[in-house]
């Protein structure tokens, strides 16, 4: 049985991908966000699937409270196989006006939070040279768009730390690799949706299809399923060669 810790699991991307995993009946998962019924959702997987579930409401914003939560993991199932860096806030606004506040908390929990994490289970996956770090990084971490300068900041932050990481993994059986999802209908989209719908004056659809999808080719959400998917195509053993991608889910975004 292997073991994966997947940050803001209990929402959206997080919550879709641990589905998959436990679906496999082959992984303890390590739930965590800040959903207060976190524990609830938890325990309602562990035992829909029968897989051993822990839940921690580490926040990302400290690093104290994240190596409690990989220590806890290991106490709890034994090591950390594989670490989904998930968690992650999005705010959208002009440079001029964008909040000191909001830039530090994107920086702090897309990007930050990654590298206390990372190092925490890093001397394991070393010893037992089997490692696997996936980090859910987006479009935004390939390209820009306007109004969101901290959130593409902190995504392309990521696809060059999951570079590094590759490297420095790669003599001891670590990969690291960055999922880069276009839109995927979660709650941080229905927010935004929500809140261009207002900026703009448009109805939620017209946001969604002349704003939103504008720049995928496949006018498509990008499914949970196939992002879970692809971690555990990223988390198998086979996939040792694999490393220090970032790869697009993005209904052809990046392609243009
Ligand atoms: P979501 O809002 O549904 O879930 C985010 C999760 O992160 C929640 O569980 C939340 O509690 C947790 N979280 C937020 N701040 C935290 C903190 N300080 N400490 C601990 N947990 C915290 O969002 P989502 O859409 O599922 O996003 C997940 C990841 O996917 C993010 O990194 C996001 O940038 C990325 N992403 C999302 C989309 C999309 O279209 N939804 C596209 C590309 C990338």
């Given at each position: 049985m292997k073991t994966v810790l997947i940050t803001g699991s209990t929402s959206g991307i997080g919550l879709g991908i641990a589905h998959e995993f436990a679906k496999t009946k082959q992984y303890n998962i390590i739930f965590n966000g800040l959903e207060t019924n976190g524990q609830e959702i938890a325990d309602e997987i562990g035992k829909e699937f029968g897989v051993g579930i822990m839940y921690s409401n580490a926040n990302m914003l400290k690093p104290e409270e994240l190596r409690k939560m990989v220590d806890d993991g290991i106490a709890k199932?034994?090591?950390?196989?594989v670490l989904i860096n998930n968690a992650g806030i999005q705010h959208v606004s002009p440079i001029e006006d964008f909040p000191d506040d909001k830039w530090n908390a994107i920086i702090g929990i897309n990007l930050t939070s990654a590298f206390y994490l990372s190092k925490a289970v890093w001397k394991g996956m070393k010893e037992r040279k089997f490692g696997r770090i996936i980090n859910i990084a987006s479009a935004h971490g390939l390209v820009a768009s306007e109004f969101k300068s901290a959130y593409v900041a902190s995504k392309h932050g990521i696809v060059g730390f999951t570079k590094t990481l590759g490297l420095e993994g790669a003599p001891f059986n670590i990969t690291c690799n960055a999922i880069c999802p276009g839109y995927v209908k979660t709650p941080l989209v229905e927010k935004q949706i929500a809140d261009q719908a207002k900026a703009h004056n448009m109805s939620p659809d017209e946001v969604v299809n002349k704003v939103m999808l504008l720049k995928q080719a496949v006018k498509e959400f990008v499914p949970v399923e196939v992002l879970g998917q692809l971690a555990l195509l990223l988390a198998s053993?086979?996939?040792?060669?694999?490393?220090?991608t970032a790869i697009p889910v993005d209904g052809g975004w990046n392609a243009q």
């Amino acid at each position: 049985m292997k073991t994966v810790l997947i940050t803001g699991s209990t929402s959206g991307i997080g919550l879709g991908i641990a589905h998959e995993f436990a679906k496999t009946k082959q992984y303890n998962i390590i739930f965590n966000g800040l959903e207060t019924n976190g524990q609830e959702i938890a325990d309602e997987i562990g035992k829909e699937f029968g897989v051993g579930i822990m839940y921690s409401n580490a926040n990302m914003l400290k690093p104290e409270e994240l190596r409690k939560m990989v220590d806890d993991g290991i106490a709890k199932f034994g090591k950390i196989d594989v670490l989904i860096n998930n968690a992650g806030i999005q705010h959208v606004s002009p440079i001029e006006d964008f909040p000191d506040d909001k830039w530090n908390a994107i920086i702090g929990i897309n990007l930050t939070s990654a590298f206390y994490l990372s190092k925490a289970v890093w001397k394991g996956m070393k010893e037992r040279k089997f490692g696997r770090i996936i980090n859910i990084a987006s479009a935004h971490g390939l390209v820009a768009s306007e109004f969101k300068s901290a959130y593409v900041a902190s995504k392309h932050g990521i696809v060059g730390f999951t570079k590094t990481l590759g490297l420095e993994g790669a003599p001891f059986n670590i990969t690291c690799n960055a999922i880069c999802p276009g839109y995927v209908k979660t709650p941080l989209v229905e927010k935004q949706i929500a809140d261009q719908a207002k900026a703009h004056n448009m109805s939620p659809d017209e946001v969604v299809n002349k704003v939103m999808l504008l720049k995928q080719a496949v006018k498509e959400f990008v499914p949970v399923e196939v992002l879970g998917q692809l971690a555990l195509l990223l988390a198998s053993e086979g996939s040792s060669t694999i490393t220090g991608t970032a790869i697009p889910v993005d209904g052809g975004w990046n392609a243009q």
